[in-house]
């Protein structure tokens, strides 16, 4: 049972968005505004595995929500889609800044939302997975003195990550910043993906 919940002020793209992902195997929550979606984030009684958010709200706009999402320490892994007719530069900088995992402009097709959704919700997974090897190598480096480790893939970095973590005082803290240092090495290293060819990819991705 994956929980996802979607946000939008008008009842249409509500409907667009339940019937995109009809099939797909999520049981979707709605709500109407930010503030009512804060409501139901905050009592913490359903696990969501992603948020698909709309920017544009009255009482609370989705910049507002998604800060209060990513200041929230059990609800900041929460990968957030959000989605907007806003599309200029600085409009897309100010979202991802914000903390959200993908920023989806309007209009989009159905195959989009459900590939888009469906990442974010895999990437949680992985996370939540992550986290729980986290907790089962505590005491793993307590016994290495010194050592060098090789990592090729993606998999790797979520089997190593937890536990290089475990070096740090507080590793709940460090864990989403040296998988993202160790993903980096990954495309830089590995896959020799440039600065260059990493921007064309992720311009691509926003069309």
Known sequence: MINILIID???????????????????????IDGSQAWEILKKKKVEFA???????????????????IKSDRDLREIPVVLQTA?????DII?????GAFY???KPYSKK????????????????????????LSQNVLKYIKNG?????????????????????PEPSRVLTGIMEIMHNAIEHGNLEIGYE????ITRYRQI
């Not at 793209?13 to 099939?23: A, D, H, K, M, V």
């Not at 100010?94 to 914000?98: C, N």
């Open 9 to 31: 002020d008008e009842e249409l793209n509500l409907r667009i968005i339940e019937e995109s992902l009809e099939g797909s195997g999520y049981i979707l929550t709605k709500a």
């Open 50 to 68: 992603a948020i698909i958010l709309d920017r544009l709200m009255p009482v609370m706009d989705g910049i507002e929500v998604l800060k209060l």
């Open 86 to 90: 806003l599309s200029g530069n600085k």
């Open 94 to 98: 100010d979202g991802l800044e914000s």
């Open 103 to 105: 920023y989806l402009t």
């Open 112 to 135: 989009v939302l459900i590939s888009i959704t469906n990442l974010a919700v895999e990437g949680y997974f992985k996370y939540k997975k992550a986290r729980e090897d986290l907790k």
């Open 148 to 168: 060098e480790f090789y990592i090729k893939n993606f998999d790797h970095v979520l089997a190593l990550a937890p536990v290089l973590s475990n070096a740090f």
């Open 197 to 200: 060819l990493k921007k064309r």
